[in-house]
């Protein structure tokens, strides 16, 4: 038995110790204007979403969504995030391509998360990706406007979808409508 037990440290140290010479040595490619193998994708964002999961607070928006919050959060995020999330007239980021592992289009493809989590996402940021932490740069009512934008991007009242039409040329998303069966909440 302690033979074995021996055994399995080895293994463990020389993975460790193997992983870390890989790196070290400089054979991990790093450029970030090539697609990032499918395997490696999946396996960042899962431990992206586990992160969330694991630390970010159920905090509730203390803010309804009346027609002014929407609007100031659709021109929040005009001004700090379309750069790299795409712009309201829905034409896609000019960055996009040019990050690693690129930035979701936020309009193109509305979140399904939580408020929770999306106000996390942009008061903390994401480590090794781009995605800046805002809690310096904005304030905390400003970060729940956006959330409340995003989070409600594709069921706003009329009178928010007029004055996405008549300042961005193009309207809000249509109302995603999911199939039976699908999950929410899918980065992979």
């Known amino acids: 038995m302690g033979k074995f037990l021996f055994g399995v440290v080895v293994t463990i140290l020389v993975l460790i110790l193997g992983g870390l010479g890989f790196a070290f040595l400089g054979l991990f490619p790093t450029p970030a204007n090539v697609e990032p193998p499918h395997l490696e994708q999946h396996l960042a964002m899962s431990a992206v979403d586990a992160s969330m999961e694991r630390h970010a ?3 509730t928006n203390p803010l309804t969504p009346i027609d002014q919050n929407l609007e100031d959060g659709m021109k ?8 790299c ?17 690129p930035p979701p289009n936020l309009i193109s493809d509305p979140p399904d998360d939580p408020e929770w989590h999306l106000f ?8 090794y990706t781009g995605m800046p932490a ?3 740069t904005l304030s905390e009512q ?8 995003l989070s409600h991007m594709d069921k706003l009242p009329p009178n928010v979808q007029d004055f996405w039409k008549s300042n961005f040329t193009a309207g809000a998303p249509e109302e995603k409508h999911e199939p039976e069966g699908k999950e929410k909440h899918d980065h992979h």
């Not at 400003?142 to 934008?149: G, N, R, V």
């Open 120 to 127: 996390y996402t942009i008061r903390t940021g994401i480590r």
């Open 85 to 101: 999330h795409g712009s309201l007239d829905r034409k896609p980021s000019s960055l996009a391509n040019s990050f690693y592992p």
């Open 76 to 83: 929040l995020y005009t001004m700090n995030c379309a750069l």
């Open 57 to 59: 607070p159920r905090v």
């Open 134 to 136: 805002w809690d310096k």
């Open 142 to 149: 400003d970060m729940w406007k956006i959330t409340l934008f």
